[in-house]
């Protein structure tokens, strides 16, 4: 029979105190979670502009913005759901309050737009903003071995440049 010494439990026990219950480096974990949060802070604000857009949009325009900002908001809707889900997955907390948000967010509040073309060109600057901070995060998440966030993060990043692509080709 082997026994295991008493020091090597302790090292065991001291390389499992580092890693989640799901098996990532905390210390990595709260790195990803950082930089979710701040996507979650942006997606946030992206979706109350688009709300203010589909409600207010005016003009020759109308009837396809108003129906495409609906469904841009039910998807950053899910989505908002799908990081701040991925945050407590990786055992970190998402931010919850309004002024953590507008804290954070590179994306800012875009009050009295009512225009088709003034809108679509703020929906494609925020979207750009969500595109570069989705970049970094993949980097690092794949940096640190966390292939959920990997995963969730180049399935956005496909989405949204569609959408970009998509609103070039109006603005043009």
């Given at each position: ?40 802070a942006n997606y946030h604000l992206y979706y109350q502009n688009l709300r203010g857009f589909h409600w207010n949009i005016k003009g020759i325009h109308f009837f396809q913005l108003h129906e495409k900002f609906e469904e ?101």
């Amino acid at each position: 029979m082997t026994f295991v010494s008493t020091k090597a439990n302790n090292k065991i026990k001291l390389e499992m105190d580092k890693l989640s219950n799901i098996g990532l480096q905390k210390e990595d974990s709260k790195q990803v979670a950082e930089r979710l949060n701040e996507l979650l802070a942006n997606y946030h604000l992206y979706y109350q502009n688009l709300r203010g857009f589909h409600w207010n949009i005016k003009g020759i325009h109308f009837f396809q913005l108003h129906e495409k900002f609906e469904e841009l908001y039910n998807t950053a809707l899910s989505r908002i759901d799908a990081i701040a889900e991925r945050i407590l997955t990786i055992g970190q907390q998402p931010l919850h309050t309004f002024s953590d948000y507008l804290r954070l967010s590179g994306i800012k509040e875009a009050g009295n737009l009512s225009g088709d073309k003034e809108t679509v060109a703020a929906t494609h600057q925020n979207l750009s903003t969500l595109l570069d901070l989705e970049r970094d995060i993949l980097k690092l998440a794949a940096e640190t071995g966390d292939e959920g966030t990997v995963s969730l993060i180049s399935e956005d990043i496909n989405e949204n440049e569609k959408t970009v692509w998509m609103l070039n080709a109006f603005l043009s």
